[in-house]
Antibody, heavy 121, light 112 residues
């Protein structure tokens, strides 16, 4: 079945970097945009970034633009989020989600279980 | 950016009774293709969010028919005809029309 498994979260200090990964299975990975969404402790959902199926088009929330980089490896069915210059307000659970296809919008129809990022000195 | 506003913030419900959640957007979500780019998600306690509806009124797989959607443009409503205990959670709307995607602040549904 369709599955997304995030990894790479952890505790880092402000200014440090972290790389999150999302392993996808059960669907044709390259056919779908993929998104990252995060949730600060006790707060709502915030869309962070998404990438098209080929990896050539990327989009970011203003809050992470210039610090985070989304990428994908279609040969390995893997999505990544490189997070640099981390700040305390980047703390939260990071989810990857299966997103639209180029010709059909499907919502964020599959989510992973999330990986926790804590930025603290 | 499109601002999404949900109400109420909290919704205590009695099992078997109806419930409704409002979602408003600062710009119309109606695309020229006739679809509203508005999704609904629920995050049940301790779980990841899951999709309920997309493109305004398209029901995601496995969503019970006691859930329904109404509205178009900038005003949308999620309705539950008869709330069940398993419906407890935080409900979010999200617009998919423009980047950045934006979520409403969430509505917490719990049992009275």
């Amino acid at each position: 079945q369709v599955q997304l498994v995030e990894s790479g979260g952890g505790l880092v200090k402000p200014g440090e970097s972290l790389r999150l990964s999302c392993a996808a299975s059960g669907f044709t990975f390259s056919d779908h945009y993929m998104s990252w969404i995060r949730q600060a402790p006790g707060k709502g959902l915030e869309w962070v970034s998404y990438i098209d199926g080929s990896g050539t088009a990327t989009f970011y929330a203003d809050s992470v633009k210039g610090r985070f980089t989304i990428s994908r490896d279609n040969a390995k069915n893997s999505l990544s989020l490189q997070m640099d210059s981390l700040r305390a307000d980047d703390t939260g659970i990071y989810y990857c989600a299966k997103d639209r296809q180029p010709s059909s919008y499907l919502g964020l129809h599959v989510w992973g279980q999330g990986t926790t990022v804590t930025v603290s000195s | 950016d499109i601002v999404m506003t949900q109400s109420p913030l909290s919704l205590p419900v009695t099992p078997g009774e109806p419930a409704s959640i409002s979602c408003r957007s600062s710009q119309s979500l109606l695309h020229s293709n006739g679809f509203n780019y508005l999704d609904w998600y629920v995050q049940k306690p301790g779980q990841s969010p899951q999709l309920l509806f997309y493109l305004g009124s398209k029901r995601a797989s496995g969503v019970p028919d006691r859930f329904s959607i109404s509205g178009s443009g900038t005003d949308f409503t999620l309705k539950i005809t008869r709330v069940e205990t398993e419906d407890v959670g935080i409900y979010y709307c999200m617009q998919g029309l423009q980047t950045p995607r934006t979520f409403g602040g969430g509505t917490k549904v719990d049992i009275k």
